[in-house]
């Protein structure tokens, strides 16, 4: 699943990628992505998470990643936790990587992450948001709902390089 995308039929082909999507006046909306068929491309729109992504790029040449070890997905809470969280929906982790920082930190799947690092998290893209630079080797604090009660872990997120772990 892909969060927060804007869909377009402007032509998108292999090697393109990363180049601008405009509007009709030619204000700059989005990055194109990738090719999800035939006629139909995904940008990432232009919002604060895409602003920091370009100054960093600009002023360092790279982004750091940080990586938990989790799976998760969006799912509709029970009414006692989503009036508690003040959200109908959360995240549960569906999967945990064997020796992550999650498995290490004792996160389970079925656990439902409530708050990562002292911020509200109902969706995958808020966590993907957090696990940035600053978070990498940095204990963060995690909040899941287990068992019908509210649990604290710790992880110490390690960073992510080319799609593996270092």
Known sequence: MIDEVIQTDAALNPGNSGGVLA??????????????GIGLGLAVP???????????LTTTGRVRRAWL??????????PELAERIG????LQVVDVVAGSPAATAGLRP?????????ERVVTTTAVQKLMV???IGRRIEITVWRNGAL???????????NGRVS
């Open 69 to 78: 070890g989790i799976a998760g997905a969006q799912i509709r809470l029970r």
């Open 133 to 135: 630079e600053s978070a």
């Open 110 to 118: 079925g656990d439902v992450v409530v708050e990562l690092d002292r």
């Open 23 to 36: 509007d009709s006046a030619g204000h700059m909306v989005g990055v194109n992505t990738a090719v999800a």
């Open 46 to 56: 232009i919002n604060a998470t895409t602003l920091e992504i370009i100054a960093t």
């Open 151 to 161: 649990v604290d872990v710790v992880a110490e997120p390690l960073e992510l390089q």
């Open 87 to 90: 959200s109908p929906t959360g």
